[in-house]
């Protein structure tokens, strides 16, 4: 199964910690998003990335988060000094190009500050 | 005002109806529309995308874009308990991010 792969699925953070959210993007996909889902709310846009570049990050926290996808390995995003509030489920989509729209989710990694 | 708007339902219907979920947007730059089917504790799963206005078909699932009103919609045929699930509707003008709605869980009962 060549599908998005994100690990670990649970995360549990003491407050004041960091929080690393691994994503590893379908076969032949050079495109990843980020995405934050909260309890009853809706998928957020947080962030867009290709290779080595970040395209978009208009949904993205000023503080406490970043994000990169270097040229080799998983796309990462980094959560410094987690608080409560950051306890949610983030979940990373590819998609193959610029100018394609489907995007394809994987299973997401669930963030429980403690 | 959110640009996606979606009924959170639960829509519970019987096995075999046909069911329809429903989304307004507010966003006029918004050219591609898709929509999302989201098990329990699972990521979103890719049903299907449109482009602009029309129809598009595809096994028991339609998805209608209206622009005029900013209105789409999704239509599943003979229902089946497999269906139950939350259903996501979305919008993009610029090939980057997704803006969704938050979501109509659908319940099929037997």
């Known amino acids: 199964n060549a599908g998005v792969m994100q690990n670990p699925r649970h995360l549990v953070r003491r407050r004041g910690q960091e929080a690393r959210l691994r994503c590893s993007p379908m076969?032949?996909?050079?495109?990843v998003y980020w995405y934050r889902q909260l309890p009853e709310e809706g998928l957020k846009f947080m962030v867009y990335?290709?290779?080595?570049?970040?395209?978009?990050e208009s949904g993205m926290p000023k503080e406490r988060f970043s994000a990169e996808f270097p040229k080799e390995g998983p796309s990462i995003l980094r959560i410094q000094q987690v608080v409560r509030g950051d306890s949610a489920a983030y979940f990373c989509?590819?998609?193959f190009g610029r100018g394609t729209y489907e995007q394809y989710f994987g299973p997401g990694t669930r963030l429980t500050v403690t | 005002q959110k640009e996606v708007e979606q009924d959170p339902g639960p829509l519970s219907v019987p096995e075999g109806a046909i069911v329809s979920l429903n989304c307004t947007y507010s966003?006029?730059?918004?050219?591609?529309f898709m929509w999302y089917r989201q098990y329990s504790r699972k990521g979103p799963e890719l049903l299907m995308y449109?482009?602009?206005?029309g129809n598009k078909e595809d096994g028991r699932f339609t998805a209608q874009v209206d622009k005029s009103s900013k209105y789409i919609s999704l239509f599943i045929r003979d229902s089946q308990p497999s269906d139950s699930a939350t259903y996501l509707c979305?919008?993009?003008?610029?090939?980057?991010?997704?803006?969704f709605g938050t979501g109509t869980r659908l319940q099929v009962t037997l």
């Open positions: 990335l290709q290779k080595e570049n970040i395209i978009d």
């Open positions: 966003n006029s730059a918004f050219q591609y």
């Open positions: 979305a919008g993009t003008g610029t090939a980057s991010k997704l803006t």
């Open positions: 076969k032949g996909h050079s495109h």
């Open positions: 989509a590819s998609s």
């Open positions: 449109t482009y602009s206005s």
